[in-house]
């Protein structure tokens, strides 16, 4: 089962900052958020991940609390291309076998023109 | 980042016949791939992990003979759907991540269409 628990879809005006928010409130010391997200009929894309730290990159910035509880991934100037589904996972990052990627339903985000 | 790429992107074969997905990792060496089905609508679901030079390892309930898997390289697997049925239509996706280091992250190949008639 995913450890993560997701809202089932959001709309976002394009233009406008999109706020996903993910609850992992089972998180062990040593797992890592994972963000991906897919659109229709396409592989999984990697957004960005982190451990405690919020994180920052060309496509979105990952905000996690202190507790380690919870994160929210913001794409800061949301266009209709960023449609798709956010899924939030986490997982151990330098494991080579065992655990391994559980996706959940994740968050369907329609960015509305 | 790193690239995965699947082929075909999509195929249509007959009840009874046997079609083989390929899994390549482009520009880097995958100790480790994971293959993934997802229905319509659907999330992904893990089926198996690809270990190169050794058995995959299978998720319950899914069929280790019907469902042949090959990693015969540090930049290839490959998943045979054998004696296919219309049930085993689905999205195929593989992914990997980089042997030896980076930082967990996984990438996942464009999928494989699978349509059984």
């Known amino acids: 089962d995913a450890k993560t628990t997701q809202p089932p879809s959001m709309d976002c005006a394009e233009g406008r900052a999109a706020n996903l928010p993910c609850n992992h409130s089972?998180?062990?010391?040593?797992?890592?958020v994972y963000w991906y997200r897919q659109i229709h009929s396409q592989g999984p894309q990697y957004i960005i991940h982190?451990?405690?730290n919020n994180e920052t990159n060309e496509m979105a910035s990952l905000i996690i609390t202190e507790d380690r509880k919870s994160s929210t991934l913001i794409l800061p100037h949301a266009t209709l291309r960023d449609t798709a589904v956010y899924y939030c996972?986490?997982?151990?990052?330098?494991?080579?076998?065992?655990?391994?990627?559980?996706f959940g339903p994740g968050t369907r985000l329609s960015v509305l023109p | 980042g790193a690239v995965v790429s699947q082929h075909p992107s999509r195929v249509i074969c007959k009840s009874g016949t046997s079609v083989k997905i390929e899994c390549r990792s482009l520009?880097?060496?995958?100790?480790?791939m994971f293959w993934y089905r997802q229905f319509p609508k659907k999330s992904l679901m893990l089926m198996a992990t690809s270990n190169e030079g050794s058995k995959a390892t299978y998720e319950q309930g899914v069929e280790k003979d019907k469902f042949l898997i090959n990693h015969a390289s540090l930049t290839l697997s490959t998943l045979t759907v054998t004696s296919a049925h219309p049930e085993d239509s689905s999205f195929y996706i593989c992914s990997a991540r980089a042997s030896g280091g980076g930082t967990g992250e996984l990438f996942f190949g464009e999928g494989s269409r699978l349509t059984v008639l």
């Open positions: 982190g451990l405690k």
């Open positions: 089972t998180i062990s010391g040593n797992e890592y």
């Open positions: 996972i986490v997982r151990v990052a330098l494991s080579d076998y065992g655990q391994n990627f559980v």
């Open positions: 520009d880097f060496q995958a100790t480790t």
